[in-house]
């Protein structure tokens, strides 16, 4: 039987699954086998009207006076994150972000194993970094392949991040989460997700410069 692919659902409503999933695992640690919207709302920092919506959206309805079931919804929004089967994910920059990435448990834990690091660094190279081999960026197509890498994460400086885009993108990947400074261009067919620590940074700082006043 083909998989079904998971409900189109908004953006926003996306962004907010993996904060729903976090919280229904704390739960689920504690042994509480149900949940309602506002409690779930509250663990996670959003309104319980969004949870509702955002569930709906996913075919959920809360039993009144019960709400919903911890173990089924955690089963389910994983399902529709991708979380069904292991997507293995290769990183491109084995420098001190790439190394740190590595090492992040989180990713395993949800269904993203690492399964290589590259970089085209002769120092780094061959070199073992959290149990992988660091490979040369020119046998990432074959690692693409071996391994069905689905996922990439760029980790080099701004200046190369790219390259390793264009490299990746040759070699089969149609998921980038970009951690280098700056934009990458990919094909419409190819997602990006970028995260920018240093602006980030520069929101809170606003943020702690309005609370001083």
Known sequence: ??????????????????????????????DQNTVSSQQLATMVGVKATNVRKDLSSLGFSGTRGVGYQVT?????????????????????????LGRALSRYDGFNNGGFPIAALVDVDPKVIGKKISGLKVKPLNKLTQIVTQHQCTVGIIATPAAAAQEAADQLVKAG???????????????????????????????????QQRQNK
Not at 14 to 20: I, Q, T
């Open 72 to 96: 089924t919804l955690m089963q389910q929004i994983g399902l529709v994150l991708g979380d069904g089967q292991p997507t293995p994910v290769v990183i491109v920059g084995a420098g001190n």
């Open 173 to 207: 990947v149609r998921s980038l989460l970009n951690f280098a400074p700056g934009v990458v261009t990919v094909p419409n067919t190819v997602t990006v997700r970028k995260v920018d620590l240093a602006t980030e940074l520069h929101i809170l700082g606003y943020h």
């Open 1 to 30: 039987m083909t998989p079904q692919p998971p409900p189109a659902v908004s953006a926003a409503t996306v962004s907010r699954l993996p904060v729903y999933l976090r919280g229904l695992a704390d739960l689920a640690a504690s």
